[in-house]
Every structure is written in C-alpha cells, then in structure tokens.
C-alpha cells in the first residue's frame, strides 16, 4: 500500500521519530456469499482459470500479475481528515484445496509499504445445494460461493491525525474499512458473476 501525506508541515524528522510511535490497528471480519447457475465442478473450473476473470473483474483497479498464482493490487484512494492512502497490495490466490479456495496477501518484491501493513485472509468454499433448492436456476444447478474475509490493516499516522483523540480514529477507520471492503466486494462479485454467466450463456441471478 502506498500512503498520501497531506500534511505540508510533515517533515523529514517527523518521519524518523514517528517509527517510535505505536501504530494504529483496524480489524474487521466479513462474511457474504454469491450464486452461480451451475454445477460445482463447472464453477471450480473457472475460479481455477483466475489468469483470466481475475484481472478482467478487477477492473476499474489496478491489477498487475507478480507470478503463477499472484497479483498486485491497487484497490483506489480512500482518506478521512485530510490523510489519504492508495491501497496497493500483493495477493497470492491459492489452489483449491478440499473444495477451500484461500486468498492471503503476500510482499510485492522490491515494494516498500510507506506508514502501514496489511494483512488479508479470505477463504471461498463451494456449495453445491439441493435440485429442490435450485429449481429457480435456468441450468437446474446452484453453487453458492461462500467466503469470509480477515482484514488486518496497521497505519503509522502522521502527526496530525494523531491529535486526534484516539477514539475518534479508531471509530473513523473502522467504518472507512468496511466501506471500502463492502464497495469493492460488491463491485467485484457483481462482475464475477457476469464474467462466469456471459461465459456459458446464462441468464445472471437477480441482485
């Protein structure tokens, strides 16, 4: 991730001495799901294939592949009080183990985090359900695709947001971070189930 300083009177020496300064931690879990027209396999099949929906769905951030199984992401510019950041992390999306598929964040060789760290543990677990339960689907299949985020994100402010009262900063951080995270798991889930539906030419569940 890379930080934004807006602070004109943030200089040199503030920087030196702020690494002596506790960071602030904001952590959230989440939780949420999404249905595919189609069969388990049908819909393992494309989250194995990520080389291709991954960074079309990503789409308006920034992707950029770092490897086999690996992107850099730059998730956009968020802020409050005059401080702003532009998330850009690195993300490793595992191979499917025991029908688990688990997204954990990994370092982006040569880049140096400026002022915060985060930590990202996502797991999305296929749900083949019952023909009973999936009568509404035009294929006759369902799969929900179920998933829960750990979000750890550990800021160094800068001097200014740190006359803050702190309780001002932690309630503002939190309710940034679940901003963030409901925009663009919206966002991202809307287009998954575009990409993979306008794939096989299937009709898009309703939102």
């Known amino acids: 991730m890379q930080s934004h300083y807006t602070d004109s009177e943030f200089s040199n020496t503030e920087e030196l001495t702020s690494s002596a300064i506790e960071p602030t931690q904001f952590h959230s879990r989440f939780v949420d799901c999404m249905e595919m027209y189609a069969d388990a396999p049908t819909v393992a099949r494309y989250f194995d294939a990520h080389h291709g929906w991954f960074c079309?769905?990503?789409?308006?951030?920034?992707?950029?592949?770092?490897?086999?199984?690996?992107?850099?992401?730059?998730?956009?510019?968020?802020?409050?009080?005059?401080?702003?950041?532009?998330?850009?992390?690195?993300?490793?999306l595992l191979p499917e183990d025991q029908g688990i598929y688990r997204i954990q964040a990994v370092p982006i060789p040569g880049y140096d985090a400026p002022g915060y760290d985060v930590d990202f543990q996502a797991a999305m677990e296929l749900v083949e359900v019952s023909s009973r339960e999936s009568s509404n689907s035009p294929t006759g299949n369902l799969t929900r695709v179920q998933w829960q985020l750990d979000l750890t994100v550990t800021i160094q402010?800068?001097?200014?947001?740190?006359?803050?009262?702190?309780?001002?900063?932690?309630?503002?951080?939190?309710?940034?971070?679940?901003?963030?995270?409901?925009?663009?798991?919206?966002?991202?889930?809307?287009?998954?189930?575009?990409?993979f539906h306008g794939m096989h030419g299937v009709q898009l569940p309703k939102g």
């Open 56 to 92: 079309r769905c990503a789409q308006p951030m920034t992707v950029e592949p770092l490897g086999e199984n690996s992107y850099a992401l730059v998730v956009g510019r968020f802020g409050s009080f005059g401080y702003e950041v532009e998330p850009k992390i690195g993300l490793d």
């Open 157 to 195: 402010f800068p001097r200014f947001i740190r006359a803050l009262p702190k309780s001002l900063i932690q309630s503002t951080g939190d309710r940034l971070l679940r901003q963030v995270v409901r925009q663009v798991s919206q966002r991202l889930t809307r287009k998954v189930q575009e990409d």
